[in-house]
């Protein structure tokens, strides 16, 4: 129970008490790693520097001075966050070998609070895609293709191809992470999102993915893609550890200049029981072609739920829906081209052989450390950025936000409290059915429902909801007002309790590690 | 409206990356299509928007040097390098011309 949807409240109590130390729990995540070490959800464990940590930590549970509730939590980072003396690589042939000189903030700070770091978690390469499929170091897969939910799996006749070819995917970017945290190898996982990339694989995966206000949390340290869009991203298996991560991570940073510099107070989330003071819209454009007549119908039951529990639930519109994905690609494609220069060979990173000029040196590295995507989307936006295209793409896609933004200001200012809508077009599909399309027209077909809240910076936060016909998670996602975090996780919280979503029973992780989950059923927590 | 090579090979030398093959040009005519959705939208009277946080103001801070002296840390990530110094090929040399360089435009 310790590493099976036990709240991490209850783990940090458990720590507290000694029932558990920092070192078995530290041991049992990392064992779990290598006994799914199939999904691929970790590019670099550090395992030295983990027990290490675990040591520390118990040093100070054994004093009685934890340095609060992240102390002794095992996590994991996401591989576009820099960690000093650990490999980040975003995935990339680019920065394979790249040790940081220095930790982003955000991992500063879980550090700072006791947490283990047990490594970096795998992505699409440089964060660009919807799927986690498209980094060097290979696909991410579902646990939940392992889970006895899973009605997709093929009739096992020993470890045979058929079993192996109908995984499906986490989603993306943050994928990694979604998977570490929805196997029980950390309690708590870092991701980033600026189009969806924590939300989509959270909800693929069956866990909280919470993306803040921009401006809340520090992207120091976090390898940017679009500087104004990116948050990093909270993934948790429930609402209430991710109110905690939040509280550890929020705040101005000197070193972030678009970090707000309001006060910043963590809080801790209450037991909403009476929701009729509550204005629910429900967007009708997020009823987006394609969407599956499944997560339709869960949409519509949630609206039900809300309704019936007395909350005031309208339809609202948000006109300028169909237009956030192109406006995101003229941007996120423009801001890449420029993000994307810094990479030359020369500071840090691949460096190529050819040393003719600086200029062939240049284009050769970049030729050998980019995939397909990452050049693709540089050679679109240095297109919408030349002087005879910069009016009528860059800056069209400039006014065009303004206006998805109004969108919400004014549904927001109509009185409307939280936006309720799904997070993605359906459950997960088989990897061999995603890559039958290219990177771009996926990317553009998921990001549909989630990408309008980077646009406009809204905090929004997708929740497990219930099992696919497929037998596969199903999140639905809540947007909430600028800053208005307390808010938004405490309606996610209520959700989260009414429709209890089912913990994942990993079959092949029984077969493999039988000690791991023995233990677990002695140690009681709850 | 197809883009001519002139500009595809503008592309190459602004961005320092390579179309690599067909499929490379035919994703950035794809990309152009796909944008050029955005004229559908009437944009008359609104302003860019260039961040969310547009109605605040940037944090400044004092400028007083906080930290730093790190040069052996920062020099341990690059492969060339000589005392202090990041060692660059050349300078001054402009990339190839595109019937001069390798690459996929060549032969368009």
Known sequence: ?526 | QKVTVEVLDHLERLALVDFRDAEGVERLQKAIQFADQLHEVNTDGIEPMDSVLEDRCLYLREDDVTEGNCTKELLKNAREKVEEYFVAPPGNIPLPKLEERETFLRGS
């Open chain 1, 1 to 526: 129970a310790a590493l099976q949807g036990a709240l991490r409240l209850q783990v940090s109590a458990a720590l507290k008490e000694g029932q558990v130390t920092p070192t078995e729990l530290c041991q049992r995540c990392l064992s779990l790693i290598k006994s799914t070490k199939f999904l691929n959800a970790y590019i670099t464990v550090a395992e030295e520097a983990a027990l290490k940590q675990a040591e520390e930590s118990e040093k100070r549970h054994r004093k009685g001075q934890p340095l609060g509730v992240l102390d002794g939590i095992p996590v994991a980072v996401k591989d576009n966050f820099n960690t000093a003396g650990i490999e980040t690589t975003c995935a990339s042939n680019m920065l394979k070998g790249y040790i940081s000189p220095y930790n982003a903030t955000v991992v500063q700070k879980l550090l700072d609070q006791g947490a283990l770091l047990l490594g970096k978690t795998n992505l699409d390469e440089f964060a660009m895609g919807s799927g986690s499929t498209d980094g060097v170091f290979g696909p991410v897969r579902n646990p939940w293709s392992y889970s006895r939910q899973y009605k997709g799996k093929s009739v096992p006749k020993s470890h045979s191809e058929d079993e192996e070819s109908n995984w499906v995917i986490t989603g993306g970017s943050s994928g990694g992470s979604a998977a570490a945290v929805s196997s029980f190898t950390c309690f708590a996982a870092l991701g980033s999102d600026t189009g969806g990339s924590t939300r989509n694989p959270a909800a693929h995966c069956g866990v909280v993915g919470l993306k803040p206000t921009y401006g809340l949390i520090s992207r120091h340290g976090l390898i940017p893609l679009v500087n104004s869009m990116d948050v990093p991203g909270i993934l948790t298996r429930c609402v209430d550890d991710a109110a905690i991560v939040l509280g550890s991570l929020a705040g101005h940073d000197p070193k972030d200049s678009t970090t707000i510099q309001d006060n910043f107070k963590p809080f801790e989330l209450p037991n909403l029981t009476d929701v009729s003071k509550l204005s629910i819209g429900i967007p009708k454009e997020y009823h987006a072609p394609g969407l599956s007549s499944e997560i339709l119908a869960l949409w519509s039951k949630a609206a039900d739920l809300f309704k019936n529990a007395g909350a005031k639930v309208i339809e609202v519109s948000l006109p300028h829906t169909c237009y956030s994905i192109v406006c995101y690609h003229v941007l996120c494609t423009a801001e890449v081209a420029s993000n994307m220069a810094r990479f030359d060979g020369l500071e840090y990173g691949h460096r190529s052989d050819m040393n003719r000029s600086t200029e062939s040196m240049y284009a050769a590295t970049r030729r050998e450390g980019f995939n397909d995507v990452v050049r693709g989307r540089i050679l679109s936006g240095n297109f919408f950025l030349l002087k005879q295209n910069y009016e009528n793409y860059f800056i069209k896609a400039q006014k065009v936000r303004r206006l998805i933004a109004n969108d919400f200001v004014k549904v927001f200012g109509s009185g409307v409290d939280i936006l309720l809508t799904p997070t993605t077009l359906s459950d997960a599909v088989p990897y061999m059915e995603f890559i039958k399309e290219d990177n771009r027209t996926r990317s553009a077909q998921d990001d549909i429902l989630t990408q309008a809240a980077n646009m406009a910076g809204l905090p929004a936060i997708t929740v497990p909801t219930a099992l696919s016909k497929r037998g596969l998670p199903v999140g639905l996602q809540f947007i909430g007002h600028s800053f208005q975090e307390k808010q938004l996780l405490t309606v996610a919280k209520w959700f989260e309790k009414q429709v209890k979503f089912p913990i994942i029973q990993l079959e092949e992780v029984m077969r493999h590690d039988h000690n791991v989950f023995q233990h677990q059923k002695s140690a009681s927590f709850s």
